[in-house]
T-cell receptor, first 114, second 114 residues
Framework: GAGVSQSPSNKVTEKGKDVELRCDPISGHTALYWYRQSLGQGLEFLIYFQGNSAPDKSGLPSDRFSAERTGGSVSTLTIQRTQQEDSAVYLC????????????FGPGTRLLVL | AQSVAQPEDQVNVAEGNPLTVKCTYSVSGNPYLFWYVQYPNRGLQFLLKYITGDNLVKGSYGFEAEFNKSQTSFHLKKPSALVSDSALYFCAVRPLTGFQKLVFGTGTRLLVSP
């Protein structure tokens, strides 16, 4: 079946602009995660959605970052007023349940802030 | 707090030789442990996981990992390396209970020479 998809695959933006990154999880997966992979910080958790529960936003680095998940499926990560330090690969993962199942990752969105 | 250590930034091995990529972890209680592989400009691809049961876990592409509770280790192994195994490998941990985000190690680059 289809895996996790993300768009765009690459995004170049100017400092101060807003960007939206999209994630389509595997159909039927109830949990969705956003991670960020950057040279200085490695792989770090950003935010987590599970069903209709309130998302856990504890990993978001600043209030410029927000995410939503509509209809329990597609998720959008929004970065407002982008900064150069936001340059990274943003990875989305989905999971069938939250009882020790496997998180399956999308190909990522490579963001470059000039 | 949970943490994962991958002590080697890079592992070099000749094709046909056995390989080991090391991982140690720290977590309260019993862990779920994972190995992921990342090829250039790609997302993370699941290799294998340990949940419970047999300490030797077999995964994709001939990889296996051994869970050692006393040493808090989960080393990745393969009996005979292939050039195509060259990639970035990540070890990750999540607790059995509570929040389900993955905590990743810093990654180990595996280079298999012909």
């Amino acid at each position: 079946g289809a895996g996790v998809s993300q768009s765009p695959s690459n995004k170049v933006t100017e400092k101060g602009k807003d960007v939206e990154l999209r994630c389509d999880p595997i159909s039927g997966h109830t949990a969705l995660y956003w991670y960020r992979q950057s040279l200085g910080q490695g792989l770090e958790f950003l935010i987590y959605f599970q069903g209709n529960s309130a998302p856990d936003k504890s990993g978001l680095p600043s209030d410029r970052f927000s995410a939503e998940r509509t209809g329990g499926s597609v998720s959008t990560l929004t970065i407002q007023r982008t900064q150069q330090e936001d340059s990274a690969v943003y990875l989305c993962a989905s999971e069938k349940t939250v009882s020790g199942e496997t998180q399956y990752f999308g190909p990522g969105t490579r963001l470059l802030v000039l | 707090a949970q943490s994962v250590a991958q002590p080697e930034d890079q592992v070099n091995v000749a094709e046909g030789n056995p390989l080991t990529v090391k991982c140690t972890y720290s977590v309260s209680g019993n862990p779920y442990l994972f190995w992921y592989v990342q090829y250039p400009n790609r997302g993370l691809q699941f290799l294998l996981k340990y949940i419970t049961g047999d300490n030797l876990v077999k995964g994709s592409y001939g990889f296996e990992a051994e869970f050692n509770k006393s040493q808090t280790s989960f080393h990745l192994k393969k009996p005979s390396a292939l050039v195509s195994d060259s990639a970035l490998y990540f070890c990750a941990v999540r607790p059995l209970t509570g929040f389900q985000k993955l905590v990743f190690g810093t990654g180990t680059r595996l280079l298999v020479s012909p």
